[in-house]
């Protein structure tokens, strides 16, 4: 598994040189109302899907860019977001990733790589989560006063939107501060790495947190939905709470004020 994992890392980073290269000359289609594709999102899937199809040819692909998904099969899967935070790769706002997870009967490991400061988070089950080689570990925060938390908007600005409205208005009330920069796959590495204390959103999909939350967990951290259920890969939506576990319930009870 460790081999794999080296030769996944490998790829990711062959990605981001397509996204650092390509950055300057964006074509962009519009999926729905704020929600992007652009020619490097699909160049990026494009590369992902060869070569990691050479490493692990019967492991199922779950992508943000699939036209289908089959989320319950039993086989292996990879699990990838090609660009996390399309939106801020339009406006060359450099806070962007590439998510990749993968996930196996036995063991699973998750890569997120920000090609622009060449941060690079990796986690390995049972193996502990890494940022370019240092060991990471969550935070010691223990009371909402003394945390940042991250958070995000949905694409559904009418149903979903209000209540993270509020419930960024409950969270802000008790916390040092709040942060909101785009990408979950970012905000759950920044977690893992203590950088922040806990994030919240709604509506997300797999392919946004896989390889998040599989560096969550080897940090220390905890995740589960809004109900204080455990996050399953295999669902196809998700409202995730993710902390460093000391302030998980505080936090839970603070956005589920919201109603």
């Known amino acids: 598994m460790e081999q794999l994992l080296e030769k996944t890392i490998a790829c990711v980073r062959a990605a981001g040189e397509i996204v650092r290269g390509g950055s300057r000359e964006l074509s962009v289609e519009e ?73 196996g009967p036995d063991r699973r490991f998750g890569i997120v790589y920000n090609p622009f400061n060449d941060e690079l988070f990796t986690a390995l089950s049972d193996s502990g989560a890494w940022l370019n080689g240092e060991r990471l570990s969550v935070s010691r925060n223990d009371e909402a006063q003394a945390c940042i938390f991250g958070f995000g908007f949905p694409y559904d600005r009418k149903v979903s939107a209000p209540t993270m ?40 999909n797999v392919w946004d947190v896989a390889a998040g939350l599989i560096l969550l967990e080897e940090a220390g951290g905890r995740a589960t939905d809004w109900e204080g ?15 460093n576990g000391l302030v998980h319930e505080e936090l839970r009870a603070l956005v589920r004020s919201a109603g």
């Not at 086989?75 to 998510?99: C, E, F, M, R």
């Not at 890969?233 to 995730?240: E, F, G, Q, T, V």
């Open 229 to 243: 259920k455990p996050i399953q890969s295999a669902m196809a939506r998700i409202d995730l709470i993710a902390t």
């Open 165 to 204: 409205f509020r419930a960024a208005e409950k969270v802000f009330s008790a916390c040092q501060d709040l942060k909101r920069k785009g990408p979950a796959s970012l905000d759950l590495a920044y977690v893992a790495a203590g950088r922040i204390d806990g994030y919240f959103e709604l509506d997300l």
């Open 31 to 103: 999926k729905g109302f704020a929600n992007y594709v652009t020619n490097i999102d699909l160049a990026v899937q494009s590369a992902l899907n060869r070569a990691l199809r050479e490493l692990e040819p019967e492991a199922e692909f779950i992508s943000e860019e699939n036209e289908t998904n089959e989320y319950a099969t039993r086989k292996a899967k990879w699990i990838l977001d090609p660009i996390d935070g399309t939106t801020n790769l339009i406006h060359g706002y450099p806070h962007v990733a590439i998510s990749v997870a993968y996930v």
